[in-house]
């Protein structure tokens, strides 16, 4: 699928990765971008630098049916169409199995997790893969592309990423059903899984945390550009034969348990 001129919706897309891929599809790829996140200081501030023609900020709650079909609705309002639908949004909920004290950790403290992580996933795919089938099919073949963005903890989570890694990897199950199923009106579905990246939360740590992950990073011996995660995302929106693929993202590094 070409990317010019073509809309796109990010969840968690005023901040981190999700705000990267947004600069990267407006700049150098000439996209439209509706960016669903509940920050809307830092919504406005990218509207603001990268034009109201081209971006359109909507405060929404991933996890709230109502919420997401407004944030869609308000969408086909301005820009008519939905192609693409990339979920970044992500709590990174520390749970374990038992408590400091030996006690059974909440359910409710688990479920904080999946509600956003999760159900806000499907939710949010679910409702702008409802527009994509109304897309003319561009090259008689597809309609839209899903990249929902999953994590290195879906494979080997760390002591207290419980709740975090099973939702990660939930996205990678569902990634080959909802794939099989949603070819039939040609819209792809792939997922990412990104290793460690300089995102501003990284850059704030302190250098010996710095140096203990770099440790842990095979090759290329950094953290990840944040353009080089946007690339991946416009490189599967790009290459129609690229379906149902989990895409890890790591320089090859393994997190240790802790």
Do not use: W
């Not at 479920?111 to 409702?127: E, P």
């Amino acid at each position: 699928m070409q990317i010019k001129d073509k809309v796109i919706v990010i969840t968690g897309g005023a901040s981190g990765l999700g705000l990267a891929t947004t600069r990267y599809m407006v700049e150098s790829k000439g996209a439209k971008v509706a960016i669903f996140d509940l920050n809307a200081q830092a919504g406005q501030v990218a509207v603001d630098e990268l034009g109201d023609a081209n971006v359109l900020f909507v405060a929404t709650d991933v996890s709230d049916e109502t919420s997401v079909q407004n944030a869609v609705n308000a969408v086909i309002d301005k820009f008519g169409a939905i192609h693409v639908c990339i979920n970044c949004a992500a709590i990174p909920t520390p749970v374990k199995v038992l408590d400091r004290d030996g006690k059974a950790t909440s359910l409710a403290k688990f479920a904080q997790a999946t509600s956003i992580n999760l159900n806000g996933v499907f939710n949010v795919m679910s409702k702008c893969v409802e527009q994509m089938a109304k897309n003319e099919p561009e090259a008689a073949e597809e309609r839209g592309v899903v990249i929902n963005i999953s994590s290195g903890a879906a494979y080997e989570g760390q002591i207290g990423q419980c709740a975090y890694s099973a939702t990660k990897a939930a996205l990678i199950g569902m990634n080959m059903p909802a794939a099989r199923e949603l070819g039939a009106i040609g819209v792809r579905v792939n997922t990412i899984a990104p290793g460690l990246f300089s995102t501003p939360m990284v850059q704030s740590l302190d250098e010996k945390i710095v140096n203990a992950l770099l440790s842990q990073v095979e090759a290329p011996k950094r953290f990840g550009d944040m353009r080089e995660f946007a690339h991946c995302c416009a490189f599967i929106i790009e290459n129609a034969y690229v379906n149902g693929e989990s895409i890890r993202l790591d320089a090859a590094s393994r997190l240790r348990a802790r």
